[in-house]
């Protein structure tokens, strides 16, 4: 999500004082072939699931705006907004709703600045890294200039600090990510590049202050895309992981799991969702080591690995291999229809034995 917040277009081109949006998805999702860490084949599991938003945007002039985002989901589960259906505690309870957006931005020229809690202020082409319902709190700036040469269109700069828990002491204590990107478009915006540092400072090793030791990630990433076709839309990606602290002499890890520190995404992306009419095939393919990422504040649609063992949300999407093929159909602008199958395999044993998992999922999309 290349844009500040889902908001901002819509408030640039309209110019209106009060914006509302929203959206509503139906999944139908179907797991299968899939063995958990102690060699025990998990139940085939189907779910039907569906998720809500609504937000509210409102200008206070020119520059400045406030908004906020409500959605549906278990509010202590930052990655998943969907809601399985009879999967309540109760007969026919109540849908909890949560507010995932609240935040004031500024936004000038060539500078965009937010504080409060929003989407991450950074240009990616995929959720293998950061998922996109994950919404930090903090305070993030951009800075972009365009520029009319061939060589180069234009220059952006995006950092944040993002407070994950505070410690009640020195800020220094917290448990936060710092983010540092360049993102620039070459050649009539045919090549983009995208390198950046996370710096994640005191962070549990399980979700929900549910872990036994904390870590320091420093992740060096590498991105690029390059456009190989304009008609039908036609883009190859690729992006490389490298976390640079040395885990070699903390015993809380297992010293097989002590070096996987390296991720790679390689995608392939044909046609686009915008219109009536469009279509779109996309291949991903993934290989994320252990601490390459910090796995819970990734993408959860791979596969069903969770923390449950531990007591905690969110979904533990490190340490695997595999690929994602997905296809998508625009009935209308905000009106389409995707396809998405995942085939995941586990790099290392956590268990006894090595994890895997199939997935399929049907998501019927609206907005508003």
Known sequence: MA??????????????QLIFTGDFRFRIEHDWNSTNAKGIQREDRSRLRYRSRFGLNYNLNKKSSFGFRFRTGNLDDQQGPHVTIGGNTGEFSLVRIGLEKLFYQYKSKYLTTWVGKNAFPLKKENELFLNNNVFPEGFALRLKKSFDKK?????QFNTGHFIIQSNNKTFDQDAYLQVFQFATEHFNKKLNLFPALYYFNNINNFPDQKGSYTLTYSILHFGAKYKLLQKPNFSLGIEYYLNTQDY??????????????????????????KKKGDWQFNLYYARLEKFSIVDYFAQNDWARWDYTSVNATGSRLSNFQGVEIRLGYAFEEQFNLVLRTYFVRQLEKEGSFLEDGDRIRLDLNIGF
Do not use: C, F, Y
């Not at 917040?5 to 209106?16: F, P, R, W, Y």
């Not at 060589?151 to 220059?155: D, Q």
């Open 248 to 273: 070699s002499q903390m015993d809380s890890i297992p010293r097989n799991l002590r070096n996987e520190r390296e991720g790679l995404v390689i995608t392939a992306k044909l046609g686009q969702l």
């Open 3 to 16: 844009n500040l917040t889902v908001l901002e277009a819509q408030i640039d081109s309209t110019g209106k």
């Open 151 to 155: 060589l180069l269109n234009s220059l």
